[in-house]
């Protein structure tokens, strides 16, 4: 997903108009007056009628996005900064692995996570991963195709390896999806409560209320 800027300026601007709106009832209590409550719910009242129409409309108006290889998703973290982001960097579907046969096909899907933040060192938070096909089924990561990789070729990086400022690492995953699965796409959300609770009421942010999602595309 692309940062989305308006959406960020307009949780920067209902933070200013809520503390704003606190500011001015303490200022008034402090002086012994009565604050103008009447018209401080009115204003924001009105802003957070603005903020949700402006929340669904963008929503609404979105569309599905899929990834080809090399294609980069942003992340927004608890600081609305977007700075951490992920790719697919190689796909391979295997009927094993080492001594390790698959239950249906493995895929094992290369990842490339990368920062772009200048000074603060930075980390994916709780990822999930899963693939989807066009049944709309869903798949986990495999714990035994991830073990068979491992033992083959070497452990893996966690996804939650911290990351300095402009850096990046690859790593795999594996998934074990049936053979026949098709339109497979893989699906990446990261972030703690905080996080995702943000991103719920960050206009044009891709894990908004009613926004389409962005995929990864695995197959042809």
Same mark, same amino acid.
């Given at each position: 997903?692309?940062? =989305?800027? +308006?959406?960020?300026? /307009?949780? #920067?601007? *209902?933070? &200013?108009? %809520?503390?704003?709106? @606190?500011? !001015?009832?303490?200022?008034?209590?402090?002086?012994?007056?009565?604050? =103008?409550? +009447?018209?401080?719910? /009115?204003? #924001?009242? *009105?802003? &957070?009628? %603005?903020?949700?129409? @402006?929340? !669904?409309?963008?929503?609404?108006?979105?569309?599905?996005?899929?990834?080809?290889?090399?294609?980069?998703?942003?992340?927004?973290?608890?600081?609305?900064?977007?700075?951490?982001?992920?790719? !697919?960097?190689?796909?391979?579907?295997?009927?094993?692995?080492?001594?390790?046969?698959?239950?249906?096909?493995?895929?094992?899907?290369?990842?490339?996570?990368?920062?772009?933040?200048?000074?603060?060192?930075?980390?994916?938070?709780?990822?999930?991963?899963?693939?989807?096909?066009?049944?709309?089924?869903?798949?986990?990561?495999?714990?035994?195709?991830?073990?068979?990789?491992?033992?083959?070729?070497?452990?893996?990086?966690?996804?939650?390896?911290?990351?300095?400022?402009?850096?990046?690492?690859?790593?795999?995953?594996?998934?074990?999806?049936?053979?026949?699965?098709?339109?497979?796409?893989?699906?990446?959300?990261?972030?703690?409560?905080?996080?995702?609770?943000?991103?719920?009421?960050?206009?044009?942010?891709?894990?908004?209320?009613?926004?389409?999602?962005?995929?990864?595309?695995?197959?042809?």
């Amino acid at each position: 997903m692309n940062t =989305p800027i +308006l959406g960020i300026l /307009l949780v #920067l601007f *209902t933070a &200013a108009l %809520v503390f704003g709106s @606190a500011a !001015v009832v303490l200022i008034a209590l402090l002086r012994g007056r009565r604050p =103008p409550l +009447l018209r401080l719910a /009115l204003a #924001l009242g *009105t802003w &957070a009628a %603005v903020y949700a129409i @402006a929340l !669904v409309t963008t929503s609404l108006a979105s569309a599905p996005r899929v990834l080809d290889v090399g294609g980069t998703k942003r992340f927004c973290g608890f600081y609305i900064d977007c700075h951490t982001h992920i790719a !697919v960097a190689a796909i391979e579907r295997l009927d094993r692995i080492g001594a390790t046969d698959a239950g249906g096909v493995f895929y094992a899907v290369t990842l490339r996570v990368g920062s772009d933040a200048k000074k603060a060192r930075l980390r994916l938070v709780g990822p999930d991963l899963s693939i989807s096909d066009a049944s709309a089924r869903r798949f986990p990561r495999s714990p035994t195709g991830e073990a068979a990789l491992a033992q083959a070729r070497g452990p893996q990086r966690p996804l939650t390896d911290p990351l300095d400022p402009g850096d990046s690492y690859v790593t795999t995953v594996v998934f074990d999806v049936p053979r026949d699965a098709r339109d497979a796409r893989l699906h990446v959300t990261d972030g703690w409560w905080a996080d995702r609770l943000i991103e719920f009421f960050l206009v044009g942010d891709e894990d908004s209320f009613l926004h389409e999602e962005t995929s990864f595309r695995l197959t042809p």
